[in-house]
């Protein structure tokens, strides 16, 4: 009999199931309090109830895990001074869609070699999660993959669902499942139809094909999950943060049902694609829409310790540190800069 099946996989690699990972890292009692009071404190100020503004500011993706610590401890001291006006959540985004090719990620790739070794990559990015929560500082990442959520969910306290998996029923079906609120951005086309689509989807029950804590192929059976927000990161036509946008989305929000609640990305499109607009796009933000609608509630940045980007090397000792191997980000100064600014303006 000729082969017909499995003609284009070279092997089947075996995954610590979630269970022994979360058991040699487990969350602490420090960690929990952080997760389960940002989520909470997220979910307020989506109602209204909480009139703070959410930031959600940290690097394109983490490749460098002491750099990241390093990043976290600067950014823990404005999170304590700013948290009266101020709810400050550190990106952690450990899995990259790509248009085509590249880098997919710490847990796809800890190495950054091609190895993919993922086990590795789960291990190193739960130790992260736990090391950060535990000093008190939230995190947020992008859910990309439905079964690496089930390693590290429980130290995460706000997610997002990208430009390029919004309309996927498989990312809908995760968010209905997921402990955390969740931002729907919009798609690279500049439809917000498809985030407000993704939310109503992910609100109600699903069943989806996933693995249990022992790494069992299972059915997930989900209830809903009814906190959400959307996410403008721009489009492929120009940056989508205008008031007009902004108003069409929250009404088209009121329509679907949902209380509106909008987050602005003030990288990627809505900046051009140059990191160096992003403090623009901040101060925009600050001026047009925290203090007058009551829909915007925050803001996303993607920020490292030294600005720009750099390319993977071959010799990755030559990686220079704190720069991002991804998107382009602002440095450290500049976003101390902004968070003071946004502090000050929410103040007034």
Not at 49 to 57: F, G, I, Q, T, Y
Not at 108 to 133: C, K, T, V, Y
């Amino acid at each position: 009999m000729r082969p017909v099946d499995n003609l284009h996989v070279l092997a089947f690699e075996a995954l610590t199931p979630p269970r022994v990972l979360r058991e040699r890292y487990p969350i602490t009692e420090a960690a929990a309090q952080t997760v389960y009071e940002t989520r909470e404190a997220i979910k307020r100020i989506m109602q209204r109830e909480d009139r703070r503004l959410l930031a959600v500011v940290g690097p394109c993706s983490i490749h460098d895990t002491d750099a990241a610590l390093d990043y976290a401890r600067r950014l823990l001291r404005l999170a304590i001074e700013m948290r009266d006006r101020i709810v400050i959540v550190m990106r952690a985004y450990f899995e990259k869609p790509r248009t085509t090719v590249g880098w997919r990620g710490l847990i796809n790739d800890p190495h950054l070699d091609g190895s993919f070794d993922m086990n590795e990559g789960l291990r190193r990015a739960r130790e992260l999660l736990l090391h950060i929560n535990t000093m008190g500082l939230p995190t947020a990442t992008e859910m990309l993959d439905p079964i690496s959520p089930q390693y590290i969910t429980d130290l995460i306290s706000m997610t997002a669902i990208g430009a390029r998996t919004v309309e996927s029923q498989t990312h809908r079906a995760l968010a209905s499942g997921l402990s955390m609120p969740v931002g729907y951005k919009n798609s690279t086309d500049g439809n917000v139809q498809v985030a407000i689509n993704a939310f109503l989807a992910a609100r109600q029950a699903h069943s989806f094909l996933g693995i249990d804590q022992e790494g069992r192929s299972c059915v997930v059976r989900t209830t809903g999950n009814p906190d959400g927000m959307i996410i403008l990161r721009g489009s492929s036509a120009g940056p989508n943060y205008d008031a007009e946008t902004v108003t069409r989305t929250e009404q088209a929000m009121r329509a679907a049902g949902l209380s509106p609640a909008i987050m602005i990305d003030c990288s990627h499109a809505n900046a051009g694609g140059d990191y160096r607009r992003q403090p623009q796009v901040w101060r925009d933000v600050l001026r047009d829409h925290i203090a007058s609608s009551n829909a915007v509630i925050g803001m996303m940045v993607e920020s490292n310790l030294y600005e720009g980007k750099q390319p993977i090397a071959a010799d990755l000792t030559q990686l220079r540190y704190g720069v991002s191997v991804t998107d382009a980000c602002v440095g450290w100064e500049t976003t101390e800069r902004m968070l003071i600014e946004a502090y000050e303006a929410v103040g007034r």
